[in-house]
Structures are given as C-alpha cells and as structure tokens.
C-alpha cells in the first residue's frame, strides 16, 4: 500500500488548507485512515481518523471543530479540511492507512504511512 500525501503549505492564521492522501496498491475500502502530525521536537500526534465506511470521524481535543476528515472511496482518497489555522497547527501531516473497519485512533494500529506534507501557519 503506498500513501501520498500533499497539500501542505504556507498560510497565515485564521485561514485554511486542505490536505488530501492518494492510496494505492490495495483495495482502499479495506482500510480505516487517519491523519497525524509532528511538530519539530514533539511526538507525533493524532488528528483524526475515520473508519473504512466513512460513517464515524474521531478527533483530535486540538483540532475538534476546526478539521474535518473525508474520504473518497470511488477515488481513493482521504482528505483534511483544517479551518481557523493557528500557529501551533504548524506540523509535517502524515496519512496513515489501517487495516479495519473502523478507526484506529493510536499510531501503533497503522501500519502504512505517506510521506508527510508540511503545514506552516504564520501568526
């Protein structure tokens, strides 16, 4: 299973940005997916996850009521919504996919991750 995200870049708080993660290599509906992020000198955090069918979205406390997580599965795809930006949302975002039906929301359950796409937020 290959994971490419992208998205990422510069933005001045209070705006938004959408990341999105293409998957490939296996049959995406199979997997749960989430998204992280890692800031410099910190653990990498949840954000959000969502099951294989799309009906339950988790969310990270930081970021509950500013995100949102979509998927597609005609497209093979998950994305993240990320409105009123804040400094400390600046982060590499990683997806992540896990095999299952619903969601996983610790790191440990992934077991394929994309590349990461960094996120700035300017203040």
């Known amino acids: 299973v290959q994971l490419q995200a992208y998205g990422g870049g510069l933005v001045q708080a209070g705006g938004s940005l959408r990341l999105a993660c293409a998957v490939s290599?296996?049959?995406?509906?199979?997997?749960?997916m989430g998204w992280f992020r890692q800031a410099p000198g910190k653990e990498r955090e949840f954000v959000a996850a969502?099951?294989?069918?799309?009906?339950?979205?988790y969310y990270g406390d930081s970021v509950r009521g500013r995100f949102t997580i979509s998927r597609d599965n005609a497209k093979n795809t998950v994305s993240l919504q990320m409105n009123s930006l804040k400094a400390e949302d600046t982060a590499v975002y990683y997806c992540?996919?896990?095999?299952?039906?619903?969601?996983?929301?610790?790191?440990?359950?992934?077991?394929?991750w994309g590349q990461g796409t960094q996120v700035t937020v300017s203040s």
């Open positions: 992540a996919a896990h095999f299952g039906i619903l969601a996983a929301l610790e790191r440990q359950e992934y077991e394929y």
């Open positions: 969502m099951g294989r069918t799309g009906t339950s979205a």
């Open positions: 290599g296996h049959t995406f509906s199979s997997y749960a």
